[in-house]
């Protein structure tokens, strides 16, 4: 199992795992020691059997700020390299996230902006407590989009309210963010982190191979043609249905009981 560690804490509730982004005193901004700290965390959780569904969150007021601003600031002096460098580890981080083959929920607790934004919409579904607030902030910094915020985003609002939100780059509230469907639900700030805890143990006993299904599918809907999306879906839909889960889930419902499913 892995340790609690520093700026990074991951603890476990029954067979969910929280993920805590934990530098409170820079809206847990993300720099090179955080990134190094996530990155391989991800990778085991996603490869422990035992571990269901994540819950990423942030410490204090925020979710994530985005990048770390005073290492952007010493960076710049590095001309390109400190970048590439950070640029990279979030490519990584993204692709982690896209990649773990069970459900992973943002508990968007506070403001959540750059890369922060990023790491929130590369999760599965977004909680958002009532205090939170969404905003790009590229376009304050001079910076261009990055972490995938322009490949996710549109794909998620819609073009038109990408396009508003990275060049206008006004902070939008959460109940802004449920009609825009960049969040799922809005709760009150003390409840956040318990609803998504809901949401990831019933998740959690579903069925692991429709998740991992699901995400591959959904990631590849908008990437793929129709022809090459349908032979994903028939090579992923033959081999789910030589599960035993799907026998689990067949004779479950015939038999008018719960499922009882576990990965195989």
């Not at 490869?47 to 010493?74: M, P, Q, W, Y």
């Not at 490519?91 to 959540?112: D, E, M, Q, S, Y």
């Not at 790009?136 to 794909?155: M, S």
């Amino acid at each position: 199992m892995i340790e609690i560690q520093e700026p990074v804490l991951l603890s476990f509730e029954q067979d969910i795992a929280i993920v805590t982004l934990n530098r409170p005193e820079v809206y847990n901004g993300l720099n090179l020691d955080t990134l190094d700290l996530l990155n391989p965390m991800l990778e085991e959780l996603a490869a422990n059997a035992e571990v269901r569904s994540i819950v990423v969150t942030g410490a204090g007021k925020a979710f994530c700020a985005g990048g770390d601003l005073h290492a952007f600031l010493n960076g710049i002096n590095n001309e390109p390299e400190f970048f590439k460098e950070i640029l990279s580890r979030l490519h990584v981080l993204t692709l982690n996230l896209r990649r773990i083959p069970k459900p992973v929920i943002a508990a968007v607790n506070g403001a959540c902006a750059g890369g922060g934004l990023g790491l929130a919409i590369a999760c599965d579904i977004r909680l958002a407590s009532e205090k939170a607030k969404f905003r790009p902030a590229f376009t304050a910094t001079g910076i261009t989009p990055g972490d995938a915020v322009g490949y996710f985003l549109p794909k998620i609002v819609g073009l038109g309210n990408a396009s508003w939100m990275l060049m206008a780059d006004e902070p939008v509230p959460a109940t802004r963010a449920l009609e825009m469907g960049l969040v799922s639900a809005v709760y009150p700030a003390d409840d956040i982190l318990g609803e998504a805890l809901t949401l990831a143990q019933k998740l959690g006993s579903g069925p692991p191979l429709n998740y991992a299904g699901s995400k591959k599918l959904l990631e590849h809907s908008t990437s793929k043609d129709l022809e090459d999306y349908l032979k994903l879906e028939m090579e992923l839909f033959v081999k789910a249905s030589q599960s035993a889960d799907f026998r689990e889930g067949v004779e479950s419902f015939l038999e008018k009981r719960p499922p009882v499913f576990k990965g195989c």
